[in-house]
């Protein structure tokens, strides 16, 4: 075996590929036989390359031809060849796939054209038998151990802490541990996933008195109130009180959390000062403040604003119209509570605006998830709001969702004094129904 750097052009598809039902008779075909069986898998590998390149962990492995030829068969790689390929020209799987698929290469390509691979490096090998038990070990599990021995929940956030990435979880894990409340043995038990679940749940959050900022899960309260909750709730979890269809919808994760007592859970009457990292002592000082505080905000994520500054409607109801500008002035980091109680209002007051001018049959007593599907319908049909969008709002409305008006996020924004919005699940909930607003003053 040697390691040669091959031309992109010179490698050839496996026509004889195991992913492959059967045996393709040319290239062309073998091409477009791959792009068919993976579909967006392709597209979503070919994104990978233009973003990262080719991992150079694991290359591609190639056989000569049997005649003299600089060309090489792939034997392992044939995806990632296969994606090279379409991204120099998309052309070549025209009518195999389905047009928003080549689509999606077609400007994968534009971006990869400016700075394309030629060549990659390949493992050489002189006959296909050579390569045939690793490419078997490769792709048939864990082989008692020969093979890939695949990372569980655990390893996989473990690696992306040591790589500088906070695991929300493992950050409520170490705080436990930390304080002695949970032992190592004990924090193994832990299904990681389902705590994942139910930390991803702003009301949970609220009532465990936690909340996101920059990465750190934060708190306005005292560490023994806070662990409390914390600790519940990784017992009811470790000890398989509490399953993950038991948490599965956002509806059995407020379930969930509204069974537990409320001396098991902190008293979020109480704030004892600004948020502050989970793991830092009290009282918070005014550099831990800082820390919290994102250095730079990515595009359309950390705007200060509910509203991105280049979004613009023109409403023809003056109170609305009123409750828009003075949303489009609010910093929703400085007035979080104002922004949400506001952004409740101008929804609704924006749907029975709606409703009354169409005439629809949903009446102002329905519920918020009804007007919502009532509107998006009628914008749908009126060819206002495409299917995705229609599917965004359809979401929305779902009991389970964000902005269901059963017990809601945006219903405790109004009703619960306890409740305190955060600021980007404000922002990533207006993101979501922006197409659906514009479409409704449109």
Known sequence: MEIVRIAISNLLIDTNNPRLEEIQSNQQRA?????????????????????????PSNLPVVVPPLEDSEQYIVLEGNRRIAALKILENPNLIVG????????????????????????????????????????????????????????????????????????????????????????????????????????????????????????????????????????????????GVVRTKDIYTRQNRIDYIDRILPGDLPDISKPVGNFRALSAGLPPSSAIIKQLKPKGRPPGKQRPNLIPRG??????????????????????????????????????????????????????KDRLNKKLLDVANDLKDKGKLDDQQFKVVQRAAQADHFLASTVTTMHQYVHNRYFFPAPSDLRAAWDSLQPFTQAMWS
């Open 96 to 239: 195999s796939v389905d047009n928003s698929l080549t689509e999606r290469f077609r400007k994968l390509s534009e971006k990869y054209l400016h700075s394309p691979i030629n060549h990659v490096s390949c493992v050489v090998v002189d006959a296909k038998a050579k390569a045939n038990h690793w490419i078997y070990l490769r792709h048939t599990g864990e082989n008692k151990g020969a093979g890939i021995v695949r990372w569980g929940g655990a390893e996989t956030a473990r690696f992306r802490q040591r790589s500088g990435k906070k695991e929300t979880h493992l950050q409520v894990l170490d705080f436990l541990q930390n304080r002695g409340e949970i032992s190592t043995d004990d924090r193994k038990k832990v299904p990681v996933t389902s705590l994942k679940r139910l930390l991803s749940n702003p009301y949970v959050r609220t009532k465990l008195g936690i909340d996101f900022r920059a990465g750190d899960i934060v708190t306005r309260f005292d560490g023994n109130e806070v662990a409390k909750g914390l600790r519940r709730v990784v017992k009811d979890l470790s000890d």
């Open 311 to 364: 979004f613009a409607l023109s409403i023809g109801q003056d109170r609305i119209n009123e409750i828009y500008h003075e949303l489009r002035q609010l910093h929703v980091e400085k007035f979080p509570n104002a922004v949400s109680v506001l952004f409740r209002v101008f929804l609704e007051l924006s749907l029975d605006f709606y409703i009354d001018k169409h005439q629809l049959r949903t009446t102002q």
């Open 31 to 55: 091409l477009c036989a791959i792009a068919a069986q993976q579909k967006s898998k392709l597209v979503v590998l070919a994104q990978d390359i233009v973003k990262h390149g080719i991992d």
